[in-house]
């Protein structure tokens, strides 16, 4: 019986978590008549032509392609770094080393927004308003500290004696770290990745003070002008928010055994 009673509870959490994505999907195949008319209902004529609507009225290409440059370039160069920085820290002792790793940890605390005014002064003394790759340092910033957290308590936890077998048969440090640290990281690295992409793909605070180029926008920031000032097009609005959230499943299916990996090794 409790058995039974777990999984009822995981079929209802699982109901009220994909309901919102079923509805997503059903009014973007509907007309905004019949959105406001019914919310809730279900499509009875599709309109597949919504997709291809959003697609040609809007700047919808630029849009995606732009959150697909900038997550894509963001979350590589975000695990490079927070991994080098994780192992260095987890792996080598000096005087400042529990004092950076303290540095790097308060940016867990402090949200990266507080300090939005100085650094868009920063950003504008650096030439980089209202530029992608800008943009994408700036989202680096925000999840770098998460990043080397979750990669450091990884490192810590992994045995070195293969590393040192490694350097005794003659590797370096970078090799050590390239080729034996990292594959043994891949739960770690996809659930960083994973994490990374999602609120990467999904940020729209940093994109509206930083991008002011319409060809620049990313889609959260492109949405905007499906949403007028008295009116919406609710029909289009939910053909673009399920074509922006494809890139997401296919990455999630992806790297999902990996995930899943990282999250048991976590528990345990």
Do not use: C, H
Request: net charge negative; glycine share 6%.
């Amino acid at each position: 019986m409790p058995a039974m009673l777990s999984y009822a509870v995981l079929v209802l959490f699982a109901i009220i978590e994909m309901y919102p994505i079923f509805l997503m999907v059903a009014n973007s195949l509907r007309d905004d008549l019949d959105i406001l008319s019914n919310p809730l209902g279900l499509p009875t004529q599709p309109q597949f032509g919504n997709y291809a609507e959003i697609w040609e009225r809007s700047n919808f290409p630029a849009y995606f392609g732009n959150s697909v440059y900038v997550t894509g370039v963001g979350v590589v160069v975000l695990l490079l770094i927070s991994s080098m920085a994780a192992f260095y820290l987890a792996r080598f002792s000096f005087r400042w080393n529990k004092a950076l790793l303290m540095v790097f940890m308060l940016g867990l605390t402090l949200p990266l927004k507080l300090a939005v005014v100085p650094l868009f002064m920063l950003m504008q003394s650096l030439d980089l308003l209202d530029t992608r790759n800008g943009l994408i340092l700036v989202l680096i910033a925000e999840r770098l500290s998460f990043a080397i957290f979750v990669l450091y308590g990884f490192f810590v936890t992994l045995p070195r004696d293969i590393e040192e077998a490694a350097l005794v048969d003659g590797a370096n440090v970078w090799q050590v770290y390239w080729r034996v640290a990292m594959p043994v990281m891949r739960p770690a690295l996809a659930t960083v990745a994973i994490v990374s992409i999602v609120g990467m793909w999904n940020e729209f605070f940093f994109p509206l003070v930083f991008i002011r180029s319409d060809e620049l926008r990313t889609i959260p920031l492109g949405m905007l002008t499906i949403v007028g000032e008295f009116s919406t097009e609710w029909a289009l609005l939910f053909a673009g928010l399920t074509l922006s959230s494809v890139p997401m499943i296919i990455a999630f299916v992806v790297l999902a055994r990996q995930f899943m990996e990282g999250l048991t090794e976590g528990i345990r």
